[in-house]
């Protein structure tokens, strides 16, 4: 028995012994294999992020502009690479396609475009589910072209939109170490929030997601000061700042003896207004306006017609062309024209009128198509929201108004006895004052504000 007891014993001992020396190699076999992986992982994580910085002598003259819309519809950013190109930059330009850019861009032997594809999200099932794989496709897509340029000095992007451009842009930068720059052109969250309500969970998101990676750009430009300042105080971003009988139309002659074009006399007075048809630009108060208009010269006011041009595409130009054609004006003509980018200065310079109703979602941002009607002389009447003042001075350069009837007031008061109010009345006395003032053009301001962010560290 006791031989029997000690073979059990030992059997027991030995086998206690091979598992513990058993567990002891594989654990150390776990470990060992361990460690091989994360240092395979880490040699390949390594090279990769090596060939994705890989830079040459040219590295810090290529400069990536952003903008995940329509390129041909984002003057700004086209402006951002003409002056690039100008100091000698290789521009990569990145966004959708769709309206014809500036001939400028298109003929410019240093910027290059990208088109990007604008991503739609599953079309079954909730909205919201939609939205998300939106977003993701997006990123995914912008993200491999992104990685598949040359390695940019800086990235350039327009806010907004910036989801989810912002967030992937910052990736990038900092895989590949370039310096990341926002142009902040307004919120996109309170954008966002004119259709969903400002207390929807996904605008709170989208608000929380921009603060968050906004802070991570290396330089920011913002569109007016109140932005700036808006940045600075709530989020903590800086921000810095052309024979026969005469040829006639309804407007002008044309002699055919020496082709010289003259103002045809009783001529109706042209107003433009131009728009991308969203939530922040209410038509409604201009068709009231020009509706007041037209008792006015049926009254027996001094006025002339008015032919009011309203440039633009957007989601809600059906809406509003639908009003437009149920009006019944005799004295008033409305056209709805898309112009290609280098007919629409031309059209600014021959107007009598600017009207603009952009109000800021934000009331922070400032339009860029007032300041492309000051860019031509143009007198604006702009509808008053919190910035304006930056850019339009109230009996200087134009006037302000705050509803419909203001708006109508303005236009009276503008156009009696037109056209001899163009030297003598206030259209002519804003427009002595913008050509006085000049101001900064684009090239001058851009050379002092953002070209030094390029060479900054």
Known sequence: MADASASMTLATLSLIGFALLAGFYLTTLHLLWTLVSVTVTAVLVSQLLRKLRRRDALTERRVCVLVLGDIGRSPRMQYHALSLSKHGYSVTFVGFPGTKPHQDVIGDERITIIPITEVKGLQVGPRMVSYVTKVILQSLQLLLVLLKTD????????????????????????????????????????????SHGPDHPIVR???????????????????SNAMKEDLQNNWNISGERPGGETERTAFTGRDPSDLSVTLTSGRPALLISSTSWTEDEDFSILLKALEDYEGFVKAGASLPSLVCVITGKGPQKDHYRKLIDALSFEHVKICTPWLEAEDYPVLLGSADLGVCLHKSSSGLDLPMKVVDMFGCCLPVCAIHFYCLHELVKHEENGLIFKDSEELSGQLKSLLWDFPGCEDEGKLGQFRRNLRASGGQRWDQNWDQNVLPLLTAP
Not at 170 to 194: E, K, P, Q
Not at 206 to 218: K, T, V
């Open 205 to 223: 998101l989208a608000q929380w997601y921009e603060q968050l990676f906004g802070r991570f750009s290396s330089h920011n430009l913002c569109v």
């Open 151 to 194: 390695v940019q000095s800086h990235i350039l992007m327009q806010n907004p939109p910036g989801l989810p451009s912002i967030m992937v842009t910052w990736l990038v930068c900092g895989l590949r170490g370039s310096r990341f720059i926002i142009d902040w052109h307004n919120y996109g969250y309170t954008i966002m929030a004119l």
